[in-house]
């Protein structure tokens, strides 16, 4: 499990292809501590297991579906990537519920000052803008944010200086891919509330017996 709270900017030092899959090399440095292989980096937000490590970075595989479901896939030689390691047991939980499972990938739409901050506003699909709410956290690239509007197409952010500084987000160009993570907590419950209502427990059921 994740925070969203990222702790360094690695670069892509090498990509290793296959026909379906990819190899990936990351310098890296502050992630390394207390990492051993078989750990869990989250890079752009993607859970990946790290397989090789040097004392300069670490090597992870990245299958199929990952490669589906994210922006990996756009990674080349020197892209900066967001890092962050598994969350310890005795951290601090900075940011929200971060399982490093990508939902799918929506597109930088624009950005623009404000204030001290700087406004992102990414389009995405109707299946992953259903769970995101006004308020709400989401996890772009692996930053935990909280959503300023939401509408039909697409939804807002706001970074304040230091997140933007030591993220990639406002590196990326209108049109840009990002990787989305809804809050998982949504999911559930539309889970649990689908399960019940098929199960005959309905809201008027639960009205008439006093809850």
Known sequence: MFTGIIEELGTVERLSHTALSCRLYIGAKKVLEGTKIGDSIAVNGVCLT???????????????ETLRRSSLGELSHGSQVNLERAMAAEGRFGGHIVAGHIDGTGRIKSRKNEGNAVVVTISASPEILRYIVEKGS??????????????????????????????????????????????????????????????????????????
């Open 50 to 64: 790290v397989t090789d490590m040097t004392d300069k970075g670490f090597a992870a595989d990245v299958m199929p």
């Open 138 to 211: 989401i996890a772009i690239d692996g930053i935990s944010l909280t959503v300023t509007a939401v509408t039909a197409s697409d939804f807002s952010v706001s970074l304040i200086p230091h997140t933007a500084k030591e993220t990639t987000l406002l590196s990326k160009r209108c049109g840009e891919l990002v990787n989305l993570e809804n809050d998982i907590i949504g999911k559930y419950v539309e889970k649990l509330m689908g399960a019940k209502i098929s199960s005959g427990i309905t809201h008027e059921f639960l009205l008439e017996n006093g809850f």
